[in-house]
């Protein structure tokens, strides 16, 4: 071995490997991000087996090689640093929320190695000029209203709604979906009533609630990453409030939980956006949802799982395509082509800002529909208004 | 003014759940000088149990507190026989790291056994209000409250009217006089450790039907606690009600006339404030410096 081994990856010094092929990845999988860092950890694995049922990558095993970042910054970049220069790991798979993929990107630009991440859509992910940096979802949070905003354009005048609430937690994934959505709506007539950012830790909405029941807007829309979002729609019904439109970011797309949470009767009617969607007719979605299915005692994936199985996808795409583990190459062929994956196409602008659009969903008698673009839409019918709290 | 009534009640409601919650951390820390850094985690621990009763039998989930405060009197009495008593008389900083990790146990054990998921109990009154003119009380908060207040007035009873009670707070104002007269500190302490055990089973119960939770949600918990009984009084069980009923009401007031926001930030900018005036927080005993010419 010559010294230009020296701090090569093992598998770039012989390029027939068998060995297999080591993916490094860093997970909060306890702490607070723990519920969708494990659901992330599920997509990765359930990818894992199935390329590795079909022969493995570029002829090789995959490999996981998962951590736990404990929803902490600071371990997060411990982890990456120590997967790139101590593991020498082959490749790079993201870890979850905006927060922690902040820093882990940037470990990654500087080791010049091509990060997919599979959740961090927030603005300032996208603003430091970054290279290797791809997000494996439809949109960047600013966007991801815009499909709503759209629908609410297509309706005819007298079922707009004509006043608005802007409640959202303290949150990057949150925050710029609502205030995107807010001034797109205020352009478009809609009155703002009332707008009220909470700190992450709130645990009372009665008091946001009694005052939304004292404005009555006709559309309230939360940027509700999850408890915030079942407190809300509790508080609300405490108060016997129900608006004409209920729109939430990320709490109503926890299906199960969501029902339990608000009641199932309750969810009648309430608009998110999301990036995936357990019916759609993707390519090999159905086959993703049947095994996950099967490795996990038949429960329904989360769009956290299904976000990180899609960022496996763009890799193994990137990967296939130029028959290497080349960085460089992977990054390159990444900025100028479009994957297929389960969340539909995706395509990225030169700051590795995601290109497409969410969808709309809506919960229709206890199941999730999705109600816009037409292109993905499971059902022609959207239940405007929402019908009163049961 | 119905909303200033309103914003009242609803913080005199929280603060009574809170100052529950709050007692067995108080109890534990005048009697052991240890601060139970896992009672948040007690709280998740009972309210993921409650929650699977009700799932399972249907039994209201506040009236389980019947059965699950026994089971914590009997794991913290355990506890502390088999755990913490092996740091006694060490300094406070080692039962928080001990005590931190029970937490951590409890939640690792929490994420296996019953999976990192959101749950919340919802009986059939979980949305529903008492109305008083303009007011609404929600159902949850008033039996919580209630329940809150009935174990708090049992614990002062206990505390002020038993021989154990007695014997207890002996213990906590001074260990050697309480040796003198036959009081077995080591059974006491264990005694002690197992009701603030016992008082997060009631807490517990009650937060499965107010609050969604998962296993990680007991580091805001045990914030929140620390917090109240800092500003209480470290050891103080007038000072913990007082200082959560502060705390529900800094939250429901600055929500309601100022940001959300500002709430966490005030109750810790009052705490700070207190501090600065009594360090010992509002109804803490200055630590007695014997010897010392008053």
């Known amino acids: ?390 | 003014m119905a909303q200033l009534i309103q914003a009242l009640v609803l913080g005199l409601l929280i603060g009574g759940v809170y100052a529950l919650m709050a007692s067995g951390l108080t109890l534990i820390f005048g009697v052991m000088q240890i601060i139970n850094i896992a009672q948040g985690a007690f709280l998740i621990l009972v309210a993921t149990f409650t929650w699977w009763l009700w799932r399972e039998t249907g039994i209201d989930p506040i009236l389980a507190s019947v059965i699950t405060t026994p089971l914590m009197f009997g794991l913290g009495w355990l506890l502390y026989r088999l755990v913490v008593s092996r740091i006694k008389g060490q300094s406070p900083s080692m039962s928080v790291l001990l005590t931190f990790g029970i937490a951590l146990v409890i939640e690792g054990v929490l994420n296996v056994v019953a999976g990192n998921k959101f749950k919340s109990a919802t009986p059939s009154y979980f949305e529903e209000s008492f109305t008083v003119g303009s007011i609404h009380l929600p159902k949850p908060q008033v039996y919580g409250f209630l329940a809150a207040l009935v174990v708090l007035a049992g614990l002062y009873l206990v505390l002020t009217r038993t021989w154990t009670g007695r014997a207890i707070r002996a213990v906590s104002q001074n260990p050697s006089a309480a040796a003198l007269v036959g009081v077995s500190a080591a059974g006491t302490a264990a005694l002690a450790f197992a009701l603030g055990s016992a008082s997060a089973g009631v807490g517990g119960s009650i937060l499965s039907v107010l609050y969604p939770f998962f296993p990680a949600s007991h580091y805001d918990w045990i914030s929140r606690l620390l917090g109240i009984v800092v500003l209480g009084g470290m050891g103080s069980l007038p000072g913990a009600m007082v200082g959560a009923l502060i705390l529900g009401l800094a939250e429901t007031l600055t929500a309601t006339y100022g940001s959300l926001r500002w709430s966490t930030l005030v109750f810790y900018l009052v705490i700070m404030v207190v501090l600065l005036a009594r360090p010992q927080g509002l109804f803490g005993a200055r630590l007695r410096e014997d010897g010392v010419a008053a």
């Not at chain 1, 091509?114 to 600013?142: C, S």
């Not at chain 1, 299915?293 to 193994?316: C, G």
Request: proline letters at 7%; aromatic letters at 8%; one cysteine or more.
């Open chain 1, 1 to 390: 071995m010559g010294l230009s081994a020296c701090g090569s990856r093992p598998s770039e010094q012989a390029t027939t490997s068998t060995e297999p092929l080591v993916i490094g990845i860093s997970l909060p999988l306890t702490g607070d991000f723990s519920q969708p860092g494990g659901e992330a950890r599920r997509g990765y694995e359930v990818w894992q087996k199935q390329v590795n049922a079909k022969g493995g990558l570029l002829g090789r095993q995959i490999q996981l090689k998962i951590v736990d970042d404990a929803s902490n910054q600071d371990t997060v970049v411990t982890d990456y640093t120590k997967l790139i220069t101590q593991d020498k790991v082959d490749l790079l798979l993201g870890t979850f929320s905006s927060l922690l993929n902040y820093p882990a990107s940037a470990v990654a630009e500087k080791n010049q190695m091509v990060f997919v991440e599979p959740a961090g859509g927030a603005p300032n992910m996208f603003a430091r000029g970054f290279k290797n940096l791809f997000f494996a979802q439809p949109a960047t949070a600013p966007h991801q209203a815009d499909v709503f905003v759209n629908y609410i354009k297509t309706l005819p005048a007298d079922q707009r709604p004509k006043t608005a609430a802007y409640p959202t937690q303290d949150d990057p994934f949150a925050t710029p979906v609502i205030s995107s959505m807010q001034k797109q709506l205020e352009a478009l007539g809609v009155k703002t009533l009332y707008t009220q950012t909470y700190p992450a830790d709130t645990t009372n909405f009665q008091s946001i609630a009694s005052q939304l029941a004292s404005k009555k807007p006709d559309l309230i829309a939360q940027g509700a990453v999850f408890e915030d979002g079942v407190g809300l729609v509790r508080s609300l019904k405490q108060l016997n409030y129900s608006p004409k439109m209920l729109f939430q970011t990320s709490a109503p797309s926890n299906a199960g939980q969501y029902s339990d949470g608000i009641g199932a009767a309750n969810t009648e009617g309430v608009f998110y956006t999301v990036s995936w969607n357990q019916d759609a007719k993707t390519p090999q979605n159905p086959d993703f949802v049947a095994d996950y299915k099967t490795a996990y005692k038949n429960a329904d994936p989360a769009e956290d799982a299904a976000d990180a199985f899609a960022a496996a996808q763009v890799l193994q795409a990137a990967v296939t395509a130029v028959g290497s583990i080349d960085q460089a190459k992977i990054r390159d062929w990444l900025h100028s082509n479009t994957v297929q994956t389960i969340l539909g196409p995706l395509s990225w602008s030169q700051t590795g800002e995601p290109q497409g659009q969410f969808l709309l969903a809506q919960w229709q008698s206890g199941k999730v529909q999705v109600v816009a673009p037409s292109e993905a839409a499971t059902t022609q019918s959207v239940v405007n208004p929402k019908p009163d709290w049961k």
